[in-house]
């Protein structure tokens, strides 16, 4: 009963025996290789690379613009993700102050939709809310703020002016929000 069940194992030929050597030899011999890419190109491209994988370009995308290995663009995408770079979000309420300077500017609500990141019915209702006069005030122009907020730069307060007081905005954002909300639900 306590004989342990054993399994016969074929010896194995001389033949087979130098080939598993030599697999062995091979792999104890070769290391992995580096990845080569970046001695290849100019600080100017890989510098294009890191912005392209900031701004969120496929890695196929980017491989083909700049004919490196898949490799070093998903090494170089990790260290360069687009949610660490991400500058500040707008929130509705200062999507609406922006979308009532488009409409100043006169802006088709589906630029301004394309603009803002939001659908077309999103904008026509933002448009019927009144906004907090102290935002209209201290916030930059529509255009200015998109520039700032897709800028390759850092850019210290890319939706305000200088000199507005963030406390207050912060008081304003909130109560604003509370009310887009309510004017969203109604409009369903």
Known sequence: MNEFITTKFKGLSSEEEATVNALAEKLAA????RI?????LT???IL???RACIQGHSVKAIQAAFNVSLAYVLRVKRS???????????TLPEKAVLAQQMDADNL???KMAELLGINSKMVSLLLTQPSPRY??????????????????R??????????????RVRLIVSEARQQARQAIIKSR
């Open 36 to 40: 080569m890419d970046e001695s290849h």
């Open 108 to 110: 088709s609500v589906d």
């Open 30 to 33: 070769n290391k992995p290789r």
């Open 154 to 167: 850092y850019v210290e307060s890319p939706v305000y002016k200088k000199g507005t007081s963030m406390r």
């Open 48 to 50: 294009k690379i890191k």
């Open 135 to 152: 935002l209209v005030e201290q916030m930059l122009p529509y255009d200015q703020v998109l520039q700032n907020l897709r800028s390759a």
């Open 80 to 90: 360069h993700n687009p949610m660490k770079y991400q500058k500040t979000p707008l």
């Open 43 to 45: 600080p100017d491209q």
